[in-house]
Every structure is written in C-alpha cells, then in structure tokens.
C-alpha cells in the first residue's frame, strides 16, 4: 500500500481585509468561557491524532498541547491587564 501523493495547496495564513480582527480589551466571562473552549479543541484536536495514529503523533501533539497551554496562559494575562498605556 502506498501513501496517496500531497497534492494540498499551502493555507493561506492572511486575514483578509474583510475578515480583520480587533484587539479585545478585558476579559469578561463570556469572552474567558470562549476561549477556554477553544483551547479545550486544540487539546481534544491533539489526542484525536495521537489516538488515530496509534501514538505516533504523541510528539508532535505534546508538543502543539504545551504550545496551546503557554498561548493560553499569556492571552488570558494579557486580556486580564487590559490595555498597553
């Protein structure tokens, strides 16, 4: 059996213009639940393909789980002290 050949085209990592995204300033519980649950995708997201590939995605999940964890963290404190002055 052999691997089909990739033949994606790469993302486009742009926001276009009518699709720009603001700065939020506090974090209020609606906007904290979100963004919980987002993180909590990217974790479930990362143990689906570790689990579908018997592991040997572990690595590359772990590693997508503390890159998660550490964006997180930061957006959360930084949404917490509010705006630069």
Do not use: I, N, W
């Given at each position: 059996?052999?691997?089909?050949?990739?033949?994606?085209?790469?993302?486009?990592?742009?926001?276009?213009?009518?699709?720009?995204?603001?700065?939020?300033?506090?974090?209020?519980?609606?906007?904290?639940?979100?963004?919980?649950?987002?993180?909590?995708?990217v974790?479930?997201?990362?143990?689906?393909?570790?689990?579908?590939t018997?592991?040997?995605?572990?690595?590359?999940a772990?590693?997508?789980?503390?890159l998660?964890?550490?964006?997180?963290?930061?957006?959360?404190?930084?949404?917490?002290?509010?705006?630069?002055?």
């Amino acid at each position: 059996m052999h691997a089909a050949p990739d033949d994606s085209k790469p993302v486009e990592t742009r926001v276009s213009a009518e699709h720009r995204l603001f700065a939020v300033q506090g974090l209020d519980p609606r906007l904290r639940q979100e963004l919980t649950e987002h993180f909590e995708s990217v974790l479930a997201f990362a143990d689906f393909c570790t689990y579908l590939t018997a592991g040997r995605a572990g690595d590359r999940a772990a590693q997508l789980m503390d890159l998660a964890q550490v964006l997180h963290a930061e957006t959360t404190e930084d949404l917490q002290r509010g705006p630069a002055r």
